[in-house]
């Protein structure tokens, strides 16, 4: 009958746009959407069941009889990790990679266990997420099948490798920015915005990358690492986007770790030019709240205030004079970063805080004298009385600046560092010593703001070989071997001056490829291919300090900043 045919029908729809609206109504973005807080909503643990719960709250009774914690019912869909004790880890066969029989057998080992990491990666038995502290073992398969797995993944990766390589940095005294990662912080981080929560991923397949980069049997594992990383980093700069986009969200402390986050990951992944303008967006940033006197005030942005300030100033040092980037914002506050940082028991990069205020006035000296000859007529007979004083109290402060790196005092600074580390602190102390004076001198002479003198190119030279020296006995200390990357590029550039220059030539591209694995970071092997460029061109003879640089380069060995006090935008 026809009338029959048509209830049918209009049962059938009607069935089929309930189904549609259960399924629906069971996603997290639709739940997120309805309007009013009255309305009635499934635990997610009895959504994920699919039973029908009772709404108890804080947890449903339905989820307390079954002896399960309930999740509640957040806006978020809570992660589902259970965490092992520390040193136990879960193992599985890995079958697509090694042939042989199929094996469905669980292990789990410890630190006490009788065989190595090397020895269970040997039988094709690798840990999942971990690698062990001192080896380049990582999984066969990275395949994150949601941000909280990759996450998850990042942490444990953390843990188990990066955090142990900080280890001995402690030893340089108490350092409250090392830390491992907690379960409770990284369910605190699921609130948090892509931008912040992913950058960590991106931190370790970049540390990942480049710890494994020179293994030929990783080295199609290290490509898919690559590929992931990038993967997420477009999730990032999208997620960045969106609340910058947003008045009330983008300029808030999650909007500002973001962009530093992803500097430094940008700093550490390769030669990229993206990390000016990452630092520009910053400083406009800083600006729109109150600026950085205001900033400073709180507690939540030290860390990130501070790697802001050193890694712009660093990056100037290998930048040509015309391309500096803030050098008269850091002249201009020189004496509030000071007062601000200088007390820090780890100041920036390591650096003596007296020196890295030198190195802020060398900027500073290179961008206004770049400034006097691109406005200086062209024409001889035109120059002014004017323009020959300001040359001149250029070079007085030239001589002043070189004067207070000569007699700075390593011991008198070490005097107030931790007694049961004197000797690395004062080791710190002569190295950045005779990088800086390097810095001063090469730069400044290829400027013309100090003359092509014997007596500047034999301090250059003395300069040269003391830190060849203290660099063989730094970079055999765990503890201060991961801040040598600016001195080794110092050493690197001051090649016209060196009493033998094939043997810094090796000693420098060697280390370089060494602290890239060490540091897991690429800026190492990106200093490398640009010294040895500027060695195949003449090796500093004829060059000008300036003439080496093709683009900013930026040389920080800082691979992630303290975001534990930044709370989420609102």
Not at 111 to 135: D, K
Not at 165 to 180: E, K
Not at 304 to 320: D, E, K, M, P, R
């Amino acid at each position: 009958m026809p009338w029959l045919t048509l209830v049918c029908r209009l049962i059938t729809r009607s069935y089929c746009q309930i189904e549609l609206h259960t399924r629906l109504s069971c996603r997290p973005e639709f739940i997120c959407r309805m309007d009013g807080e009255d309305r009635k909503r499934h635990c997610w643990e009895c959504r994920r069941r699919c039973l029908v719960c009772d709404f108890t709250r804080p947890g449903c009774k339905r989820c307390s009889a079954s002896g399960t914690a309930c999740p509640g019912y957040s806006d978020v869909k809570p992660p589902r990790l259970r965490w092992l004790q520390p040193g136990k880890v879960k193992s599985r066969k890995v079958q697509k990679f090694k042939p042989g029989p199929k094996s469905d057998e669980k292990t789990e080992t410890n630190n006490n266990s009788s065989s190595t990491p090397t020895e269970s990666a040997s039988t094709g038995e690798v840990a999942e997420g971990v690698c062990y502290p001192g080896t380049t073992a990582i999984p066969r398969r990275f395949e994150p099948r949601t941000e909280i797995c990759a996450l998850a993944q990042a942490v444990g990766y953390f843990n188990t490798c990066i955090y142990q390589d900080l280890i001995p940095v402690q030893g340089l005294g108490p350092n409250s920015a090392i830390y491992t990662i907690s379960p409770s912080q990284l369910e605190g981080g699921i609130v948090f915005p892509d931008y912040v929560r992913l950058s960590l991923v991106c931190m370790t397949l970049s540390h990942r990358v480049n710890r494994t980069r020179s293994d030929h049997d990783t080295y199609e594992q290290s490509g898919l690492l690559a590929e992931t990383f990038y993967r997420y980093r477009g999730i990032i700069i999208r997620s960045l986007n969106e609340d910058i986009n947003v008045e009330s969200k983008r300029t808030s402390d999650a909007v500002l770790a973001g962009i530093i986050s992803l500097l430094l990951a940008d700093a550490q992944q390769g030669p990229s030019p993206h990390w000016r303008i990452h630092l520009e967006g910053v400083h406009r940033l800083i600006t729109l709240r109150g600026g950085i006197h205001f900033l400073a005030r709180l507690e939540s942005l030290e860390a990130l205030l501070l790697c802001f300030v050193s890694v712009a100033v660093i990056g100037n040092t290998t930048s040509q004079a015309t391309d500096l980037v803030m050098a008269p914002w850091h002249f201009s506050e020189l004496d509030f970063i000071l007062s601000q940082y200088g007390s820090k028991l780890f100041p920036p990069q390591m650096c003596p805080p007296l020196l890295f205020a030198e190195i802020i006035r060398i900027n500073y000296l290179r961008h206004m004298w770049a400034t006097i000859i691109t406005t200086r007529p062209k024409i001889a007979e035109t120059i002014t009385h004017s323009h020959e004083e300001d040359e001149s109290e250029l070079r007085q402060e030239a001589y002043g600046i070189l004067s207070r790196i000569q007699t700075f005092h390593p011991a008198e600074w070490v005097s107030l560092k931790p007694p049961s580390a004197k000797h690395d602190w004062m080791l710190l102390g002569e190295i950045y010593q005779s990088a800086v004076a390097i810095y001063c001198i090469s730069s400044l002479q290829s400027l013309s703001i100090l003359p092509l003198a014997e007596p500047l190119r034999s301090s250059c030279a003395a300069h040269a070989e003391r830190l060849h020296g203290f660099l063989v006995e730094a970079l055999a200390s765990p503890r201060i071997k991961r801040f040598m990357l600016w001195p080794l590029v110092m050493l690197g550039m001051s090649l016209e001056a060196v009493y033998s220059i094939t043997k810094v030539h090796g000693f420098v591209a060697e280390e370089l490829v060494e602290l890239s694995r060490h540091l897991g970071s690429y800026a190492p092997l990106t200093a490398k291919g640009m010294l040895e460029r500027f060695w195949a061109s003449g090796g500093g003879v004829g060059m000008s300090w300036d003439e080496c640089f093709d683009q900013p380069y930026v040389f920080a060995t800082q691979i992630a900043v303290d975001i534990s006090r930044i709370s989420p935008p609102t």
